[in-house]
């Protein structure tokens, strides 16, 4: 391989390699930050629910008329679907469309820990494997500290997968422009660096067959020009050589 190919090689690898690694680490930092502050909102948001049941109990148990109103409003504005569910694991009230009221959720992981009185959190993937959902729970207590029941959070993951799509797409475009630009800045270096190069070649060789005197001009101060005066240095001693020995 010529050193024109190996100086173009370089450039291009060292210009695209912090592109790569600056990507994937992007990537994996926004998707790690979004699912942490999505389930940090889902937390706030369960326990906003379980606080409005809690409050609104009456003495027989039951929260007033307006709770499950409510919780379809606390779902429009959060983009979210909340339940809450009893401590016998039914679904007690549920803010969506087409609620699951009475639904038995007793075997659900993130409703057992919640009735048991701790956090609950669990992710499931859709049959068609296309969007992930979070799920999870909190206890809803008394004053005493007694479990009510679980106040209960669903949301999916649908704005974080559109939006690493969107970073991916951009990645491709911003790593196809830094290959243009390398290979730009590859071939200009590499072109500067051999030409003068292959002109400090052909003197030589011209000087080694007795054609012409070495006369390169090399005003550079990198280690090509530091050559080419060398060469000339040298060129300059042989001559002077040749002419005291005829």
Known sequence: MSIRW?????????????VVFLNHYAVRVFDGFTRKMLEENMIDYA??????????LSEDGAPDEGFAQRLRDYEAEFGARLQIVGKDGRVLYDSA????????????????????????ARTGLTPDRKRMYYYIALPVRSESGDVLAAACVTSHTEAITKAIIRMARDYRITLLISLLAAAAAAVLLSVTMTRRLRAL????????????????????????????RAF??????????????R
């Open 6 to 18: 190996k100086i173009a090689l370089v450039c291009i690898i060292v210009t695209l390699l912090p």
């Open 47 to 56: 326990f906003m629910a379980g606080e409005e049941y809690r409050l609104t």
């Open 97 to 120: 469309e087409m609620p699951e009221t009475g639904a038995d959720y007793s075997e659900r992981r993130e409703v057992k820990k919640a009735l048991l009185g701790r956090y609950g």
């Open 201 to 228: 070649t052909g003197s030589v060789k011209s000087f080694a067959r007795g054609d012409s005197p070495m006369t390169l001009k090399q005003s550079g101060r990198d280690e090509i020009g530091e050559l080419g």
């Open 232 to 245: 000339n240095q040298m060129a300059e001693e042989i001559s002077k050589i040749n002419t005291q020995n």
